[in-house]
């Protein structure tokens, strides 16, 4: 079975500006990264180079950030697909004001999605998206729901 869950990964166009977006927008750490070839059979790109920078939140998050050299991101650089499209991810921050930090992504060259701001009842959520199109929903509790009851 499984035991443990280091990282997961996420595909982006621009290693640096994904980079800049979660460290210097975010408050996310930069770990260790590099240049390899030795992934490309692994992502089924036989011949690629893959460059890879890991980010680490003090909270314990920690993931991959990882593009390919030399080759054109498939379908652009921001991804359309709604919510409901099997195998879309999404990232999911509990923060203290939905609008600072929707600002701040903006800032950093993502998107805020305005129109999926709602009140749930035990708090208010909304998505947005990394300059790749991967998307953050940000979620303020404001009462009633256990859920997240350890954040």
Same mark, same amino acid.
Not at 12 to 24: G, I, K, Q
Not at 112 to 130: I, N, P, Q, T, V
């Given at each position: ?6 990282h ?6 621009d290693l ?6 979660y460290? $210097?927008?975010?408050?996310?750490? +930069?770990? $260790?990264? @590099?240049?390899?070839?030795?992934? @490309?059979p692994l992502?089924?790109?036989?011949g690629?180079? %893959?460059?890879?920078?890991f ?6 998050l920690?993931? $991959? ?6 080759r054109?991101p498939?379908? @652009?650089?921001?991804d ?20 600072t930090?929707a600002?701040?992504? +903006? ?21 947005c +998206?990394?300059?790749?199109g991967?998307?953050?929903?940000? %979620?303020r ?11």
């Amino acid at each position: 079975m499984i035991k443990s869950f280091p990282h997961f990964g996420i595909y982006v166009a621009d290693l640096d500006r994904a980079t800049r977006f979660y460290v $210097e927008g975010l408050g996310f750490t +930069a770990q $260790e990264g @590099g240049r390899t070839d030795a992934p @490309g059979p692994l992502l089924e790109m036989p011949g690629a180079t %893959v460059r890879t920078q890991f980010v680490h939140h003090p909270a314990g998050l920690r993931f $991959e950030l990882w593009t390919v050299e030399d080759r054109a991101p498939a379908g @652009g650089p921001v991804d359309p697909r709604p919510a409901d499209v099997p195998g879309r991810p999404h990232l999911c921050f509990m923060v203290d004001d939905l609008d600072t930090v929707a600002a701040r992504i +903006a800032e950093y060259g993502g998107y805020r999605l305005d129109e999926s701001r709602c009140d749930l009842g035990y708090g208010e959520l909304m998505f947005c +998206a990394d300059p790749d199109g991967t998307r953050i929903e940000l %979620v303020r509790v404001t009462s009633g729901w256990t859920g997240y009851a350890d954040q």
